[in-house]
């Protein structure tokens, strides 16, 4: 039945401007997690950037570890993980992981890391 129902989501794109503090930028990212998981989203994607400076989460799985703990619905994934960049046993061991810490909330997004 719950097919039904319109299913919501977000990609919370990691940026942010240069000249704002990082720390009050990801507690913002994480408030705004915890307002969505109020608001009943179904799912949110965290993504990996590494480029500019202005896109500060350089580990999804982290923010998402920490986000699970603030939230007690919504779905987490990785919006995307950059495999050229990780060993994938590693990659695999960090998201079972995550699989048991968030109680099954995790999702596993990948992508080719195109960014210079």
Do not use: K
Request: include cysteine; charged fraction near 20%.
């Amino acid at each position: 039945m719950t097919d039904r129902f319109l299913r919501t989501g977000i990609f919370l794109a990691p940026f942010h401007a240069l000249d704002e503090n990082p720390t009050l930028a990801l507690e913002r990212d994480m408030e705004l997690l915890q307002h969505l998981d109020r608001l009943n989203y179904h799912e949110a994607w965290i993504g990996e950037h590494h480029s500019g400076g202005f896109e500060i989460i350089a580990c999804p799985e982290m923010f998402i570890a920490a986000a699970a703990e603030r939230t007690r619905h919504i779905r987490l994934g990785t919006g995307v993980v950059s495999l050229p960049y990780h060993n994938p046993f590693m990659l695999a061991s960090r998201m079972r992981q995550l699989d048991h810490m968030t109680r099954g909330r995790a999702m596993f997004g990948v992508g080719p890391g195109a960014l210079v």
